[in-house]
């Protein structure tokens, strides 16, 4: 029986197959932008739900998605994958390569659904080679906004995660979950107490939570 080792991301994996690593931990996300020179890595179990996007170079990827049965994929640049928590799966880059790796935690979509969907199970399914223009965009906007490092930094990134939580659970779930949809927006009286909340706490590291807590509804309603 093979062994495979419980990971966060690739990069868990020390190896001198490294030419540049950005690792930025924010709230219940981590995103790397790393590069990497031609390489084998060993078969792995994550614990946590990855979303990554392929910059430059090609990487071969065999996916275990049942434990035993292998699903051979090649990710080409702008390609997206996506593999959920408890899948594993071992990777080969041929050329020098590049790609955005973003990890989610299992209770923090967990709890998206609690707040949105009346379901008690649910899962996130792989895919491989896909062309999702919004997660390419949010994954751009994440390492934007990260190495950036404004005062807004983790309001902004709370945003965009949640925006990417409620994205895999209407098209990379099973059960066909609903997730419904919200017209008309906040109400001007809640727009405004958002906004002045938000003046009021520039100097801070503001939250989405926060202000959702301030208006009474779940983060996830709010945005």
């Known amino acids: 029986m093979t062994t495979r080792p419980l990971v966060d991301t690739p990069a868990d994996i020390a190896n001198p197959s490294f030419l540049d690593q950005r690792t930025q931990s924010s709230g219940h996300l981590l995103f790397e932008h790393v590069k990497r020179q031609p390489h084998t890595m060993p078969e792995m179990t994550f614990k946590d739900h990855v979303v990554s996007m392929t910059l430059t170079g090609d990487v071969d990827i065999t996916g275990f998605s049942d ?3 292998a ?3 090649i990710s080409h640049p702008n390609n997206i994958s996506i593999i959920p928590a ?3 799966a071992q990777f080969g880059i041929q050329t020098c390569n ?3 790796i973003l990890q989610l935690k299992p209770d923090v979509v967990a709890q998206a659904v609690s707040e949105v969907i009346d379901i008690n199970h649910f899962e996130i399914v792989s895919g491989f080679n896909l062309q999702d223009p919004l997660i390419k965009n949010l994954l751009a906007h994440v390492a934007r906004e990260i190495y950036t490092g404004t005062s807004l930094e983790q309001l902004y990134v709370d945003s965009l995660t949640n925006t990417l939580v409620v994205h895999l ?3 990379y779930a099973s059960r066909n979950l609903e997730v419904p949809d919200y017209e008309n927006g906040l109400s001007k009286y809640q ?3 958002a906004l002045d909340y938000i003046q009021s706490h520039l100097e801070q590291d503001l939250k989405l939570s926060d202000i959702a807590d301030r208006l009474g509804m779940s983060q996830y309603y709010f945005c």
């Open 86 to 88: 408890g899948m594993s």
């Open 191 to 193: 727009l405004r107490t």
């Open 169 to 171: 659970l209407k098209n």
């Open 71 to 73: 699903q051979k994929y």
């Open 98 to 100: 590049e790609y955005y």
């Open 67 to 69: 434990g035993f049965t």
